[in-house]
Structures are given as structure tokens and as C-alpha cells.
């Protein structure tokens, strides 16, 4: 390509670039508008995200005091710029390409005009969703008992829309895509109330719970054969709202086949039932592991065994003396970044072995990198012998 840059009025396009021929030349020229346009950037795109932006099937994401992100339904994209120390041009498409005379080789050569330089372009990296950010938001207001309770009175009534947030809402101020976001509203067994997505008050699970633990010895139910409709009709005689009695129903029971006539039969989920009523016994505080169990114990229904083993990643064991304590320490409070996450994890401890430390880890997703890599990267593996449990410390 013959690089020329004269000051010019000529308008050739990009189309001249794009016919030109192996070993052929064409002049470049200064176009008539050309200027820094700030306004215009180069997107460097993967062939298989070249139909989403096409089609405008993506977005870009993140409040003013943040790095943008470009979500498609299913995947979150960091978008850096990289730049370059080549000429890149920017030449504009045009209907009439210009042609002007070479006096030297007396023939006809096309000149492209020159809209632009870009000194670099934007780059999409996969990066994992930023949810954290989605828990504080519903933990604002979660719903309670005060939402339901008769003597509300109208001045609280008016505060309930403090801190509630439709699906519109979070799509503006999370920066993950409809699809992350939808599964991290599952996660936090978030539902929709009144078009706005909530979570439950703990007090106001515990309760459920224990009202449909009561229920199910008075109507002689089997915990493996619920049926939903007769479950959520005496719930809601017992003053639970329609909505929230199922929803609960769904998230601390597994669906089984389809029962006589249609009807959605329900089994209890031993472990997530257990692991809540765990949760509300460790929010007094450390205690020793024999008066824990003994209290865990006697609060799961009938029918269900509570093990240790649960407790991964909600719990943990400290030896004081010949004592052993329990304590509260649960995976979902802590950040879903890997470098937050393992500086809060060495906080707590400067060294865990691995049987303690997978719980806390094994959620972790960063694109690209796997869980071993991971691990080289935040941590430093010991192990004395082949035989012994391998330790991790801060890298």
C-alpha cells in the first residue's frame, strides 16, 4: 500500500481498500472531516460473538464508578483497551469512490480518505459475573413478618419500598448477564413479590419451617410424598401467603414423579432443611460441638438425621485444650472474587488443609482458569511426606 497523507477533499471509501489487489498500491489522503472523533472506537470481536453484536443481542453494563462490562444472554465480557503502536486508519464507506491522476505512471489510481487514527481498540475478555453486589441489595429489605402482620401500620407500610428492587432494577446495577443473573437469584432463593425480587428474613424461614414440620406430624405426611397442593393450603390457612408457601416448598424439597392424577408430589430435602436449622443454632456463637448437636438434634423433623458432614462450609472446628468448638463461618458470606475470597480465607487461618479449605473454594469460577490453577496462583501447597494431608498457606 502507498501510504500518502496530503491534506485532500478527496472522499475515496473503504471500498477501495477492500477490492484492492496483491502487490497493488492505493493513496491515502486526509478526508475532509478527519479529526480525533473521540466518540468512535474499534471492538475487536471472536467470530462466534460476531452474530450477538450483529444482531444486538448484547449490552454494556456497570454504574458510572465502574468498568463497563458487555453481557450477552449468557456470558459477561470485560472490555479493555489495548493499544498499538501501528497506524491503524479509519476510512468511511462511500458510494463514488474518487479517482484522480497520476501523472508519473499516467493511469488512474483510487484514494482512500482518511476519517481517523486509532491508536488502539477494545478487547472482550470473559470474566465471571459480579454478584456479590446482589445479596446486599435484597439483604436491604428482606421480607418478614412485619410485611404480613395485620397491625402494620401505614407509615411502615410506606417504607417497604425502601431498598426493593425490580428485575429492570438489578439488570442496571449488576454486572452480569440475564442468564448469571437469573441463577444467582436461585441461589439466594430469591422470589418475586409484587414485581419486586426478594429474599426471606431467616426468622421468617425458621418459622415456616417449623410450622410445616408441625403439619406434617398432625396430617400424618410422609417427608418423601408431599403433595403441594395440600401442603400450600394448610400453610396458608396458617397464615403464610400462597406465593411463599410454595416457594419455600420448592426450595427445601426435590421434586419426585408426578403423583395420581397429576398431583406434584414433594420430598423433603434432609440437607438443606438441616443446614437451616443448623444456621439459626450458630448464630449464638461459638459453642462446644457436644451442646451444638445435642440443640441441632432435637430441632430437625422427625424422620431426618443431621451428620457433621453437612456442615461443610458453614462451620468450623476449633480445638481449644481437650475442647472442641464449633463456629459459624459460611461460604455464601464470603466474596465470589478469588483474590478477596483467599485473603479472607488466610485472615481466618494462615494454614488449612485441604479437606477444610475445598468447601470455600470449590464454588470459585474464573473463565479460563481452572481450580489448579487457582490454587497456584493464591496459594502455597506444603506436604512433608506423600502420605500426609497437604497444607495451604498465602502465596
Not at 160 to 186: C, F, H, M, P
Not at 264 to 287: F, N, P, S, T, Y
Not at 325 to 349: D, H, I, N
Not at 354 to 368: A, E, I, S
Request: hydrophobic fraction near 35%.
Amino acid at each position: 500500500m502507498d501510504i500518502k497523507l496530503p491534506q485532500s477533499e478527496c472522499s475515496g471509501g473503504a471500498e477501495a481498500v477492500l477490492s484492492l489487489q496483491p502487490n497493488s498500491s492505493i493513496s491515502v489522503a486526509y478526508h475532509s472531516l478527519f479529526g480525533p472523533h473521540d466518540d468512535l472506537m474499534l471492538l475487536e470481536l471472536d467470530e462466534k460473538l460476531l452474530p450477538e453484536v450483529l444482531h444486538q443481542r448484547v449490552t454494556l453494563r456497570g454504574q458510572p464508578d465502574e468498568d463497563a462490562v458487555l453481557c450477552t444472554d449468557t456470558k459477561t465480557y470485560a472490555v479493555k483497551f489495548v493499544g498499538t503502536s501501528n497506524s491503524v486508519f479509519l476510512i468511511p464507506p462511500s458510494d463514488n469512490d474518487t479517482q484522480v491522476s497520476n501523472n508519473k505512471d499516467d493511469g488512474t489510481m483510487k484514494v482512500a480518505s482518511v476519517f481517523k487514527i486509532a491508536p488502539g481498540c477494545m478487547e472482550l475478555v470473559e470474566v465471571a459475573p459480579k454478584l456479590d453486589k446482589l445479596k446486599w441489595l435484597l439483604s436491604q429489605n428482606p421480607y418478614s413478618f412485619r410485611e404480613t402482620s395485620e397491625m402494620d401500620i401505614s407509615e411502615e407500610r410506606d417504607k417497604t419500598n425502601i431498598g426493593l428492587y425490580r428485575w429492570d432494577d438489578l439488570v442496571d446495577r449488576l454486572q452480569a448477564s440475564d442468564e448469571e443473573l437469573r441463577s444467582g437469584l436461585k441461589s439466594l432463593s430469591a422470589l418475586e413479590i409484587e414485581g419486586y425480587w426478594r429474599i426471606l428474613d431467616d426468622e421468617y424461614i425458621n418459622s415456616i419451617l417449623s410450622m410445616l414440620s408441625n403439619d406434617i406430624i398432625l396430617n400424618d405426611w410422609s417427608i418423601d410424598a408431599l403433595n403441594e397442593d395440600e401442603v400450600v393450603n394448610v400453610l396458608e390457612t396458617d397464615g403464610f401467603p400462597r406465593n411463599i408457601a410454595k416457594h419455600c416448598l420448592q426450595v427445601y424439597s426435590s421434586k419426585v414423579e408426578e403423583g395420581v392424577s397429576g398431583k406434584c408430589m414433594w420430598k423433603l430435602d434432609e440437607r438443606r432443611v438441616c443446614v437451616q436449622l443448623a444456621r439459626e443454632i450458630l448464630k449464638e456463637g461459638k459453642m462446644k460441638v457436644e451442646i451444638f448437636m445435642d440443640k441441632w438434634i432435637r430441632k430437625v423433623p422427625d424422620g431426618m438425621h443431621a451428620s457433621f458432614e453437612m456442615l461443610e462450609g458453614e462451620a468450623l472446628i476449633e480445638k481449644l485444650g481437650m475442647e472442641t468448638w464449633l463456629y459459624s463461618f459460611s461460604v455464601s458470606s464470603l466474596p465470589s472474587t478469588p483474590a478477596e475470597r483467599f485473603s479472607l480465607l488466610f485472615k481466618e487461618r494462615a494454614k488449612w488443609e485441604w479437606k477444610d479449605l475445598q468447601p470455600y473454594v470449590r464454588d470459585l469460577r474464573v473463565p479460563g482458569l481452572s481450580s489448579e490453577g487457582l490454587l497456584l496462583k493464591y496459594t502455597r501447597r506444603t506436604q512433608p511426606t506423600m502420605e500426609a494431608e497437604p497444607v495451604f498457606s498465602a502465596r
